[in-house]
């Protein structure tokens, strides 16, 4: 079974440019996330998608990030303009979720970003 | 507001001891909790998921005790080798439905 597919796996841009993530998660997986993690710290989310709609994105910076998952499969984040405290790692996880049930996330490899 | 914690200091072990890590946790009531590895440049992977219910779990050399009234769970490794290096995330259930928050994790180190 293939995992979760993320791109590009490292990204330096310069502050106040954009920069795009893109996610695929396992398949027949209908629940998606994106989390930040910042060194040393354990991952925080971001936005949460169930199929097609938004669950929960009470944590993402609206003014400057955006997340889409077009026909409730794979899914891109965007960050634009980039601030220095964007440096993280972005990773993308999916779970085989019910409403209710108690699923494990299954993460992919991450986006290292480096805001200079 | 919900709070994680765990352990910062990383927690050096020799092999074949037991690695003991811990996960306290405030204004939580938790159906579940679970626990995940990262290595370095990955992402977390799923280890162990115990409920409310439940006081004890195993899976191999891995054993999660989850104490509702105290308010914690603890992480044993027993016979530890060198590949169990690694950083150890508990995760817990927000009210938000699939919702999970994760602790900041505990580095474990093992030496042989």
């Known amino acids: 079974e293939a995992g979760v597919a993320q791109s590009p796996r490292y990204k330096i841009i310069e502050k106040r440019q954009s920069v795009a993530f893109w996610c695929n998660p396992i398949s027949g997986h209908a629940t998606l996330y994106w989390y930040q993690q910042i060194l040393g710290q354990g991952p925080k989310l971001l936005i949460q998608f169930q199929n097609n709609g938004v669950v929960d994105d009470s944590q993402l910076p609206k003014d400057r990030f955006s997340a889409e998952r077009l026909k409730g499969v794979d899914s891109t984040l965007k960050i634009q303009p980039a601030k220095l405290e964007d440096s993280a790692v972005y990773l993308c996880?999916?779970?085989?979720?019910?409403?209710?049930?108690?699923?494990?996330?299954?993460f992919g490899e991450g986006s290292r970003l480096t805001v200079l | 507001s919900q709070k994680i914690e765990q352990n910062s200091e990383a927690l050096n072990i020799q092999e074949g001891k037991t690695a003991t890590l811990t996960c306290n946790y405030t204004n939580y009531s938790p159906a579940y909790l679970q626990w995940y590895r990262q290595d370095p440049g990955r992402g977390p992977v799923f280890l162990l998921l115990i409920r409310e219910n439940e006081k004890e779990k195993r899976k191999e050399r891995l054993k999660v005790t989850f104490d509702t009234t105290l308010k914690q769970s603890l992480f044993h490794i027993t016979a530890s080798q060198p590949a169990d290096s690694a950083t150890y995330l508990c995760a817990l259930p927000t009210q938000s439905w699939g919702k999970l928050q994760f602790g900041a994790g505990t580095q474990v180190v093992v030496t042989p």
């Open positions: 996880a999916s779970s085989f979720l019910r409403q209710g049930a108690t699923g494990e996330l299954f």
